[in-house]
């Protein structure tokens, strides 16, 4: 090969590169292009993932209520919801009795209680268990190997994750293990 065509072959070399560089960046662009188009015209919804799972529960409910039976309602009703699926309070009720803002747990028995035969409402038996999921921290302090910082992770488990549904779910909360629940399983109660 001359020495006037070795140039010319070496700038053939760099244009035939150049050229399918461009060529390479065009079909990138033009992919990139087809995904933005096509995905203008769909829409994004965001689920939250409890949501999305959530099965309805199963509230029996019974006492003081006009249709008393067992209800469906949402996984995330309260004691008010599983009143007025069942036709709402009697006139003997004692709405006072209940906690209407509670949230409900499944498989659970709502009991609305009456008022007395004279319109009072009728005196509370304390059965004299600390209900885990009411308890205050001071009250849950009382029970035995329970201090301040195990009293602050029970209330924190059942702020995040709802009630307990059964005195066994205290297993759940970090630093409560089998030989501690069995202490404290005749003291407290959910409710």
């Known amino acids: ?40 015209g769909e829409q994004v919804v965001s689920v939250p993932a409890s949501a999305a799972t959530a099965a309805p529960i199963y509230v029996d409910v019974q006492g003081a209520v006009v249709t008393p039976g067992v209800y469906v309602l949402d996984a995330d009703a309260r004691v008010v919801d599983a009143v007025t699926a069942a036709g709402g309070f009697r006139d003997d009720a004692n709405a006072a009795g209940i906690n209407l803002a509670r949230l409900v747990i499944d498989g659970e028995q709502l009991v ?38 195990l009293a602050s992770r029970i209330i924190s488990w059942r702020d995040e994750n709802g009630p307990f549904r059964t005195v066994d779910d205290l297993g759940n909360v970090s630093g409560i293990g089998e030989k501690m629940l069995e202490v404290l399983r005749p003291l407290v109660k959910v409710g």
Do not use: C, K, W
């Not at 609305?112 to 004299?128: H, I, N, Y």
């Open 1 to 40: 090969m001359s020495d006037s065509a070795q140039p010319r072959a070496q700038r053939a070399l760099r244009i035939g590169i150049g050229a399918a560089l461009i060529v390479i960046v065009g079909v990138f662009a033009v992919v990139v292009g087809m995904g933005v188009v096509r995905s203008a």
């Open 112 to 149: 609305v209680p009456t008022l007395s035969a004279d319109g009072a409402a009728p005196e509370q038996f304390d059965d004299g268990l600390i209900n885990i999921n009411a308890a205050t921290s001071a009250e849950l302090e009382e029970l035995p190997r329970i201090g301040e910082a």
